[in-house]
């Protein structure tokens, strides 16, 4: 018989856990914090085993199947990973026949990224893949609950854009 996982309420309360339980509820900044951590350790870890990809190559190929073709910087801007982070992937992506990556002195010295035809069926799969993981976290959520938390999580992006963190 198939074992659940207890959730963080559920867990028998050591010192430990009790900490954590505390922060989380005295520190909304804690418990988000905690929850992003907790879904890119799993993503990271379930992309890297089902498709030897990182988040990082991840997100790269979902951005460049949105907008055709980007330089370095603007696929970093647009994925929202640093430039080094990006450099190394595309490397990687291009090694296994993702991405084609054309050096062109029409826009400077930049590199242009595009997917190959491997890497747009690829991006179809994991497309796929990722809309399922999405429905089974999102399981028990009512429509209205999601497009609510959505929107929050959206107000609390634009507030961090806005933050004044020097004081």
Do not use: C
Not at 10 to 31: F, G, M, Y
Not at 33 to 51: D, N, V, W
Not at 140 to 155: G, N, S
């Amino acid at each position: 018989m198939a074992t659940r996982k207890l959730s963080i309420a559920e867990r028998p309360v050591d010192a430990a856990s009790a900490a954590t339980r505390s922060l989380t509820q005295d520190h909304l900044a804690v418990l988000v914090s905690t929850i992003g951590m907790r879904l890119s350790r799993g993503s990271s870890a379930f992309y890297r085993r089902a498709f030897d990809i990182s988040t990082v190559e991840w997100r790269l190929l979902m951005t460049l199947d949105r907008i055709e073709a980007l330089n370095v910087s603007e696929l970093s801007e647009a994925a929202l990973v640093d430039k080094a982070a990006v450099s190394r992937s595309l490397v990687l992506l291009q090694e296994r026949q993702l991405i084609d990556v054309e050096q062109t002195r029409s826009r400077g010295r930049a590199a242009i990224a595009r997917l190959t035809a491997d890497g747009r069926a690829f991006v179809r799969k994991l497309g796929a893949v990722s809309s399922e993981r999405d429905a089974r976290l999102f399981k028990t959520f009512a429509p209205d609950d999601k497009a609510a938390l959505r929107r929050l999580l959206e107000h609390l992006a634009k507030a961090l854009d806005d933050a004044d963190w020097d004081r």
